[in-house]
């Protein structure tokens, strides 16, 4: 879902299994919005990710990643990116 000229150059910096985990909750978090794509530096808010699109959206990173997320946490984030970066710190405490 999420390709192109954008997320690529986007990416081109981020290493290789880090850049597995961005595409994936890239991928997931446009699915769920019902989005042709999103970019690590979208709004959640500004994508309308009311409070059951952010549920929706731990519960699917958490089944993928096999990890666990303070749902205050992920009520703190604005940005897809910062999603990548909650979903990293998660998975390095695992």
């Known amino acids: 879902m999420t390709t192109g000229k954008a ?3 986007e990416m081109r910096h981020i290493p ?4 597995k985990v961005a595409d994936s909750i890239l991928d997931e978090t ?5 989005t042709p794509s999103v970019t690590l530096e979208d709004d959640l808010a ?5 409070s059951l699109v952010v549920l929706q ?3 699917a990173v958490e ?3 096999d990890t666990s997320i303070d749902m205050v946490d992920m009520f703190r984030i604005r940005t897809v ?3 990548v970066e909650l979903v990293e710190a998660s998975m390095m405490r695992s």
Do not use: W
Request: charged share 30%.
């Open 30 to 34: 446009a699915k769920i919005l019902r």
């Open 46 to 50: 500004a994508l309308h990710a009311n």
């Open 81 to 83: 990116r910062d999603l």
């Open 7 to 9: 997320l690529s150059e």
């Open 16 to 19: 290789q299994d880090a850049q």
């Open 63 to 65: 089944e993928r990643f």
């Open 57 to 59: 959206l731990m519960s």
